[in-house]
């Protein structure tokens, strides 16, 4: 018996390790199922965007370090205050590396119907300039030979030499398609800027080139760009667009201005708006100068330039400073003058007045008067864009004969931080970071696929999303924050319903959004008299 024991000994144990090994293959298999399904519900953070670190440059001026970990657009919990510096060069938005984004991702089976996107112009040069010191050497030509470029870059030039064939809204045939200037204006588009765009643009069209959400034929009818009279926005939108659909037909396109950067096009009429934003102002201003460090910066620095307090505050210094620090050019210095005066501005400084932003924004979120104005300032933006989405979905009907030259699958709106800044906090994204250059807000119209004929519907299973149902995705620089929204917070995407009920959006922007304001529609949150 022993030397029986003996012999079944080793096979004995070869069994055991296969089980064990099949257990491990198992368990593998099943956990690399579940990540993927929390990384599709988002309760994973996994788009790969490197962090930037501030690093001095070998020839005195400030450049940018990568790391391996993300960056987020929300801001995260934490228990030391954030670096003001390292912030700021998450705004700069270098493009100097890869990224991946979410746009595009759906459960199988869904039809993309539409896509809006809106934009915040790229890097530009400085609005404002600080007195008796040299303005920034930036060149604002476009050149494939100068850092950063862009693999489309010279076919961008090229194609907009012909763009006289595009039909465009008064007054923006007059404004210039590239920024031309050897020596940067004020405000205007850099290279950086250009080429922070054809990227934005290169990356929505992989992310949807697989959803057919344009025909190679498409009509003028299903692409509708519209930008603000400013040449920054209309270069930022071009270049987008060119990114997105390179070689596009000039004689289908037709670009519209927006007069107001609040995109309210002819529903800007908003008494209580106006007096919301005075309110915020206000509170801004109490903050600013209650804040003793920040008046002793601007002291120091005002001083060493040989200015007034008063002047030196109201050149918005904080501006030029952000294009040296993106740029990697040396702050400002000023010789020895008649003053007596003489040094350069700091890096300590520069931190004192992003320090200040950042508390702005903290107290911004509690107050909540910002969030009143950008309700109302935004709703009529938000309107176009649900009455779009819903003229899509009709057209998308089953049985339905679609509309000759379809309609609006793909509208481009290129604006200005003061745009989209509302626009997050309208949608509730309070804890958004501020938007950043090039930053962009994508809505997603989905379509659940027809219900599979015949199949028996699971006992006590969990309900599946309904025939030709509706459904949304909100995306803020690649993020999916759809359910960080205030419509769809509350939503449930554990069951049969992973995305966003459209519904849910269409209630709020015709209804719940003005619960704030005990009204219900616009015209009454407007014009309503403060008690």
Known sequence: MADGKGEDQPHDNMLARNRFLLLVVVGGAALAIISLSLQFLNLIPTTPVEEERPFQAADGGVGVALGKSRKRVFLVPHTQEPDPVAEAYGYCNTPNRSEQAWEGHSPADYK????????????????????????PAIDCTLSNSRKPSHPLLNAFISHMGPGGRGHWESPLSSVPRLPNHSACEMGELTQTGVVQHLRNGQLLQQAYKRHNLLPSNWSPRQVWVETTGKSRTLQSGLAFLY?????????????????????????????????????????????????TELERTYVEMARTLGLLTRTLRASNPIDSLLCHLCHGIPFPCVPVGDSGTSGCLTMAQFAVIRRQQLDDEVERRKVGLYRNYAILAMFPYLNRTASKMERVAKDNEAGRQPRPGGEEV???????????????SALGLEEARFPRFAARVVFELWKSPPATQGQPKKKGGKAKAKDGELFLRVLYNGEDVTFHTTFCRSHDRHTGQPLCPLKNFLSYVKRDMFRVFNATSYQEACFRRPV
């Open 112 to 135: 993309l119907l539409s896509v809006q996107v809106m934009i915040r112009h790229g890097d530009r040069y400085p609005l404002y300039s600080i007195p008796k010191t040299k303005r």
């Open 243 to 291: 990114g997105f659909l390179p070689d596009f037909d000039w004689t289908k396109l037709t670009v519209r201005h927006q007069w107001s950067t609040l995109f309210c096009g002819s529903a800007c009429d908003c008494p209580a708006r106006n007096r919301y934003l005075e309110e915020e102002q206000r509170r801004q201003y109490r903050l600013r100068v209650s804040d």
């Open 410 to 424: 793909f509208t481009l709106s290129s604006a200005h931080d003061v745009t989209m800044a509302p626009l997050l």
